[in-house]
């Protein structure tokens, strides 16, 4: 079911129960999701298997059961007026029978080809948007038919890949043979590898009418596949290089007749070639920092397509850096468990703290951000430096 004009109201009167939005997946998105929906006045209703999940542990219900259970999605559908996801990797099938009933942002179909990299890569080029030379690999055949200027290159599962899981690096065929053995020979994509110069991402949001607004365009610093910085705006873009991503990534969006967040990563060679690199159908890790440094947050943007209120463009009143807290941070270097030192990052200036209220700590695993806002870019990127050092995360 597409969504319409209709729009869902918070509540009717005073001590009415509020309408509820519901959301696939109890994860750190779900969890900024849900805080949003109940500062507006809404219900939140989170679909999680994890008895701690995030999102669930704070909203109104939580369903615990598996993404495809009969009984959880018809739960979902008595108690919500609207859904949303917060990963990618909801089955698409159970957004499917959810949005027979219901209105869901984003649909379906769109969830699917964003959670297939070979569909991804095809619909940018559908939508006239480059992208990094690429094969597709399911078939010994292609295997034996992938093209040398392709390597040396990157190995990605077509599916289920995320945070640099499903990749390897290849720079010969015999490598390659390897590393598609090592995966289980699933259905692949071999990219080129190339020289970057930055990443970049655009997080828009679309509602019914078409209607699309975006967040001031974030940098982005990964390491080891994760994403570990990100400054907003991005620093140095020119203004052409600027309005080739906005309009890109709208492009994609308005190919997919998209409802909902997303957003599309960029790839900047040296040169100044813009290419997409993928799409998240959901809010993303680099733009929490709007939480603190914009009028109206991703997730409040998320809220307001759900619900046919309306979208504004978000203004950025603070400069921006924000640094991904993994698990490895509650560990000494000799591996025992610490506590950081909250107190003195949040005697730095313009530091916000979001722990995400996960039951424990392990390395590569996202617990929570912190944000750093300032007057200027040159102060949030002093004192995020300052912060790192108190942390223990090596300088950017």
């Not at 918070?10 to 779900?30: D, K, N, Y």
């Not at 999680?48 to 542990?57: F, H, I, Q, T, Y």
């Not at 945070?163 to 290849?170: C, F, L, N």
Request: charged share 15%.
């Amino acid at each position: 079911m597409s969504l319409h004009k209709t729009i869902l109201p918070a509540a009717t009167a005073v001590g009415a129960q509020s309408t509820t939005l519901g959301v696939m997946g109890g994860g750190q998105l779900g969890r900024m999701f849900v805080q949003a929906a109940q500062r507006m006045g809404y219900f939140t209703a989170v679909l999680d298997p994890d008895v701690a999940s995030p999102a669930g542990l704070i909203s109104h219900v939580h369903v615990q059961t598996d993404y495809l259970d009969e009984q959880g999605l018809a739960q979902m559908l008595k108690r919500c007026a609207a859904i949303t996801i917060e990963f990618e990797n909801v089955p698409s099938g159970a957004l499917y029978t959810l949005g027979a009933h219901l209105p869901t942002a984003p649909g379906s179909e769109s969830v699917a080809v964003c959670q297939d990299r070979a569909r991804e890569k095809r619909h940018f080029n559908e939508c006239a948007v480059a992208c990094a030379p690429y094969a597709v690999i399911e078939t010994a055949e292609q295997l034996a038919a992938a093209p040398e200027a392709l390597l040396p290159g990157i190995l990605k599962t077509a599916r289920l890949g995320y945070d640099g899981k499903g990749q390897a690096r290849v720079a010969t065929r015999e490598q390659l043979v390897a590393a598609w053995a090592a995966l289980k020979q699933q259905p692949c994509v071999l990219e080129q590898w190339l020289p970057l110069a930055l990443e970049l991402s655009v997080i828009l949001a679309r509602d019914a009418d078409g209607l699309t607004v975006a967040l001031p365009i974030q940098h982005n610093l990964h390491r080891d596949g994760i994403l570990a910085v990100t400054t907003a705006p991005a620093p140095g873009l020119c203004d052409a290089l600027a309005a080739n991503a906005f309009a890109a990534a709208g492009r994609i969006a308005e190919g997919l007749l998209y409802v909902g967040v997303l957003c599309v990563e960029f790839f900047v060679l040296a040169d100044g070639t813009l290419l997409a690199n993928e799409m998240a159908p959901r809010p993303h890790n680099s733009g929490h920092h709007s939480l603190d440094s914009c009028d109206v947050s991703q997730f409040e943007l998320q809220v307001r397509c759900m619900t046919g209120l309306p979208l504004v463009a978000p203004r950025q009143h603070s400069a921006a850096v924000m640094l991904n807290l993994l698990g490895d941070l509650w560990f000494d270097a000799d591996g025992h468990e610490r506590t950081p030192d909250w107190a003195r990052v949040l005697a730095l200036p313009g530091a916000h703290l979001h722990l995400y209220g996960k039951s424990s700590a392990r390395r590569g695993r996202k617990m929570g951000h912190l944000s750093l806002t300032a007057a200027t870019p040159e102060a949030a990127q002093a004192t995020a430096l300052q912060a790192a050092r108190v942390l223990g995360i090596a300088p950017f």
